[in-house]
């Protein structure tokens, strides 16, 4: 059986981490995040792309075409996450596993932020843990996509 592909997508402003406040994003740079996540995909044996836009337009272009190239989305849409109805109804059309995740504890911070316009799409959501919580955010996608898989 031919292992499971991931895409990580990044929305607006996550490749200036590094940059941005390091109480709630840390210290390590995009390229840092992406070496990470890819080595945690690697240990759960997922074959995973990773990516990120400013453009929020291309985003939802990644949406339309994601069952093509991924069997399960980690999501990672930065302030889009709060209002973007637009990538709300392209996941919904995606019709593939997504899990969100964030670096910061979203819920615990500005009432605006605690406002997610995909949660209730993704089988799962990760939120204020850092670099790992995209460990778990994997984990969590993978039991997700398996699910979907032996249902088929
Ligand atoms: C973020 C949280 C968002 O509120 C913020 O706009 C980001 C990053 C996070 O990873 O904590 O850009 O998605």
């Known amino acids: 059986m031919r292992r499971l592909r991931i895409d990580v997508m990044h929305g607006v402003n996550l490749d200036q981490i590094g940059r941005r406040d390091p109480q709630h994003y840390g210290t390590f740079t995009f390229t840092e995040l ?9 240990e759960l044996e997922l074959d995973a792309t990773f ?12 949406l339309h075409i994601a069952a093509e190239r ?18 709300r109804d392209a996941l919904e059309l ?23 316009v995909i949660r209730d799409l993704c089988v799962g959501s990760v939120q204020g843990k850092g670099l790992d919580g995209y460990r778990e955010a994997l984990e969590l996608l993978k039991v997700g996509m398996t699910e979907k898989r032996n249902s088929a």
Do not use: M
């Open 51 to 62: 990516w990120q836009t400013n453009h929020e337009g291309e985003f939802c272009e990644s």
């Open 70 to 87: 991924a069997d399960g989305l980690l999501l990672n849409p930065g302030a889009w996450t709060h209002y973007s109805y637009a990538i």
């Open 94 to 116: 995606a019709a593939v596993p997504a899990v969100e995740v964030h670096l910061s504890a979203v819920d615990e911070r500005e009432e605006w932020r605690r406002v997610s």
């Open 34 to 42: 992406e070496v990470r996540v890819k080595k945690f995909a690697r």
